[in-house]
């Protein structure tokens, strides 16, 4: 063996090394800024701006897109517990996600508008909010429930009340409300 082909095996070797610990890196990056723009979708569809909590929510695989599903369960829980839909409760539904619902979104709270859903839905719901919460800090879950449930108690006043008087909350839209603080509040 020659001194100019151990060279060159020692420079293809030293090459592949550092392609490979440049290909690493360049992954590193593109994870770390795939992080981000995954943190600020978060971001902007629940409003919620603290890092840690953002950082919470996505290490559990809370994305943008499952925050969204997962805050039309109560609201169409909310909304359909005395059975039927009123335009009011349908036009807060709406208003909620009218800046935050993609098409897929839409699509699927078309069809829970068009028609109560299952009662299973919202027991899936509640097994995977159980879930989530038993990765969460306390700050995370507290940020995760106000999100959630704020959207439901503006849906269950929307429709309430005569004349804009009175308790704006019916009964079944009470018991459903206090189902879902129920999920928060497990030991």
């Not at 997962?70 to 609201?75: A, G, I, N």
């Not at 839905?121 to 879930?131: F, G, N």
């Not at 439901?152 to 019916?170: D, T, Y």
């Amino acid at each position: 063996m020659t001194k100019e082909f151990l060279k060159e095996r020692k420079d293809a070797l030293e090459n592949e090394f550092f392609k490979r610990q440049d290909q690493k890196a360049l992954e590193g990056l593109r994870a770390l800024k795939a992080a981000d723009e995954a943190r600020a979708a978060l971001s902007q569809a629940s409003g919620v701006t603290d890092d840690a909590a953002l950082d919470a929510l996505t290490e559990v695989g809370i994305t943008a897109e499952t925050l969204i599903a997962m805050s039309l369960v109560p609201l169409v829980a909310v909304a359909w517990a005395d059975g039927k839909l009123d335009d009011s409760e349908r036009s807060a539904i709406l208003k909620a996600f009218q800046a935050k619902a993609n098409e897929a979104n839409r699509d699927l709270l078309d069809v829970w508008l068009a028609r109560q859903p299952d009662p299973s839905l919202l027991e899936t719901w509640k097994l995977y909010i159980d879930a989530v919460l038993t990765e969460l800090n306390a700050e995370a879950s507290e940020t995760l429930r106000s999100q959630l449930l704020g959207g439901a108690r503006e849906v269950a006043e929307a429709a309430g009340g005569f004349l804009g008087l009175g308790n704006k909350i019916s009964p079944s839209e009470a018991e459903v409300l206090t189902e879902l603080e129920a999920c928060f509040h497990r030991a």
